[in-house]
């Protein structure tokens, strides 16, 4: 689909160590490998996999077939909050993107089983503009502080991780034909707008956590 850059846990740590201020250092913030942390192991599973799949050039179509591999990063992630976590907060938002998204991932592959594919030019341009957002959430992600606190790293990363869904779901109503398609669309981005925002209200008040 798109070639990922390779990079190396080394080179993220030294990135995020030079990254942390003096404050950070002294509220014990500590940087972590990106390659050492699960839920960049996660987000890389999931880019790899999307990074496999055969693009059709139908809007709709690769909305719903990259969509479903978009949750299920997300569905992992949020199990694996479950098992390191302890603030109350963040395991609450973990289980409710469980909740949501495992539902949204069911529909989205009924929809790809049942629906035919047919290439068209908006669905030529959907692709482009699905693969930029998905190269700017790894970005954001390469560049995240990650501390091997299990809330703080997800909090951040989920951020990034609705971000590019977000992005993707305004591209399928802008370039999309499927009105249920469109309707999950602008669901998902009602939805994780909110749960952005909350993520980074916990995030500003547990900034020394």
Known sequence: MFKRRIKTGLLL???SFGGLTACDRDNGLEPQAHDDNT???INHAMLAQMDAMTMTSDADHDFAMMMS???????DMSNELLKQGDDATIRAMAQKVIDAQ????????????SHKAEANAAGQTAKSEYMMAMDKMEKAQDIRILTGDADVDYAQLLI???????EMAQTQLEHGDVQQMKDMAQKMIDDQMKEIDQLQ????QNKNY
């Open 160 to 166: 990034d991780h609705h971000q590019s869904a977000i």
């Open 201 to 204: 209200t916990w995030l500003q």
């Open 69 to 75: 591999m978009h949750h299920q990063g997300a569905i």
């Open 39 to 41: 839920f960049m192991q």
């Open 102 to 113: 495992t539902q949204e991932k069911t529909m989205l592959t009924q929809f790809v089983q």
């Open 13 to 15: 740590a030294a990135l």
